[in-house]
């Protein structure tokens, strides 16, 4: 007995799906490039509002670039170690960040920035 045949033509092709796959993964990437600026801009207003000691602003600003690096890289791995890099920095300042609106603005938005990144 034959099998019933399927029209199948109106399903993407595996390019169509790998173009789709990427142009997700480029709005996440610009999601939380979006959300990283916010961060650098929380590091800044942190540094000028006598929040953070020259190093610690240093240090900050050493891990937020380190995970824009990852970023525009792609590699997801590389992304994760730099998210918890610059998460586990901002924790070790929590208290000293919670005394100040702008340290509060910080950890908001490494926050958001945790919240935009790729899944991976």
Do not use: C, H, Y
């Amino acid at each position: 007995m034959p099998l019933p045949s399927v029209n199948v033509s109106g399903l993407p092709d595996a390019s169509a799906l790998a173009s789709a796959a990427a142009g997700a993964a480029s709005a996440a990437t610009g999601a939380a490039m979006t959300a990283l600026d916010a961060v650098d801009a929380a590091i800044t207003a942190n540094s000028t509002s006598a929040g953070l000691t020259a190093d610690e602003t240093s240090s900050l600003t050493q891990l937020s670039g380190a995970l824009r690096t990852a970023l525009g890289s792609g590699d997801t791995s590389a992304i994760q170690t730099a998210a918890t890099n610059l998460s586990t920095k901002v924790d070790s300042l929590a208290s000293k960040l919670a005394a100040t609106p702008a340290g509060k603005q910080l950890t908001d938005a490494i926050a958001a920035l945790k919240a935009a990144l790729p899944a991976g």
